[in-house]
T-cell receptor, first 111, second 115 residues
Framework: KQEVTQIPAALSVPEGENLVLNCSFT??????LQWFRQDPGKGLTSLLL?????REQTSGRLNASLDKSSGRSTLYIAASQPGDSATYLC??????????FGAGTRLFVKA | DVKVTQSSRYLVKRTGEKVFLECVQD?????MFWYRQDPGLGLRLIYF???????EKGDIPEGYSVSREKKERFSLILESASTNQTSMYLC??????????????FGDGTRLSIL
C-alpha cells in the first residue's frame, strides 16, 4: 500500500533563506508526483508536477526533484519570502485514479 | 483560467440533517473527486467520478453518497449528518486520461461543522 510521508511537519526559517522540503513514498511505481501549496482555510494550488520519467521541474524560485528508485522527492525554495508561508503537500499518482497525499509541511518564513 | 467552485465556504448543520455540498468546474474535465481533510490525517478520498452518472468509492465512502448528473457538477451528500463528519471538504477535477500527467485542480474547500 502506497504511503507518503513528509518531514518535517513544520518549519520556521528567516526571510531570504534557501530551504528544502522532503517527501518520501513507499512504492516506486508511480505515474507522477505533484507538489501543492495550501494557504490557511483554502484549497490546494498546484505548484509543480514531475512525471515519472523526469528528474526535476522548475518554476521561478521553486525546484522539485524526483528520485523514484529511492522513493524521494524534494521541493527547493530559493530566497524564501514571508509570502511563501503556507502548508506544502506532496502527492503521488499511482495507477488508475488514485492520488495519495502526504500530511504536509507547514512553513513559516519570518520577516 | 482553471476554476473549481464549491458552493459554500462555511456550513453549519445539525446532526441527522441531509447535507448537500456542491462543486462545479469550468474546464470540461471528465474526472471529479471529493476529499475530506482532517488535522494529522491529510486528504482522504471519499468518492470520485470519471464520467457523467459514473461514481466510484474512495477510501472512506461510509455515510456519504454522490451525484454526477452533469459533467461540470459533482455533488457530495451526507445522508444523515453526524458529528464525526465535521471536516474540511475539498473538491477537485482533472482531465480524463487515467495515466495522465495532468494535475488535479482544487476548489477553495467547504468547512462543514455538524452540531
Amino acid at each position: 500500500k502506497q504511503e507518503v510521508t513528509q518531514i518535517p511537519a513544520a518549519l520556521s526559517v528567516p526571510e531570504g533563506e534557501n530551504l528544502v522540503l522532503n517527501c518520501s513514498f513507499t512504492d516506486s511505481a508511480i505515474y507522477n508526483l505533484q507538489w501543492f501549496r495550501q494557504d490557511p482555510g483554502k484549497g490546494l494550488t498546484s505548484l509543480l508536477l514531475i512525471q515519472s520519467s523526469q528528474r526535476e521541474q522548475t518554476s521561478g524560485r521553486l525546484n522539485a526533484s524526483l528520485d523514484k528508485s529511492s522513493g524521494r522527492s524534494t521541493l527547493y525554495i530559493a530566497a524564501s519570502q514571508p509570502g511563501d508561508s503556507a502548508t506544502y503537500l506532496c502527492a503521488v499518482k499511482a495507477g488508475g485514479f488514485k492520488t495519495i497525499f502526504g500530511a504536509g509541511t507547514r512553513l513559516f518564513v519570518k520577516a | 483560467d482553471v476554476k473549481v467552485t464549491q458552493s459554500s465556504r462555511y456550513l453549519v448543520k445539525r446532526t441527522g440533517e441531509k447535507v448537500f455540498l456542491e462543486c462545479v468546474q469550468d474546464m470540461d474535465h471528465e474526472n471529479m473527486f471529493w476529499y475530506r481533510q482532517d488535522p494529522g490525517l491529510g486528504l482522504r478520498l471519499i468518492y470520485f467520478s470519471y464520467d457523467v452518472k459514473m461514481k466510484e468509492k474512495g477510501d472512506i465512502p461510509e455515510g456519504y453518497s454522490v451525484s454526477r448528473e452533469k459533467k461540470e457538477r459533482f455533488s457530495l451528500i451526507l445522508e444523515s449528518a453526524s458529528t464525526n463528519q465535521t471536516s474540511m471538504y475539498l473538491c477537485a477535477s482533472s482531465s480524463r486520461d487515467m495515466n495522465s500527467n495532468q494535475p488535479q485542480h482544487f476548489g477553495d474547500g467547504t468547512r462543514l461543522s455538524i452540531l
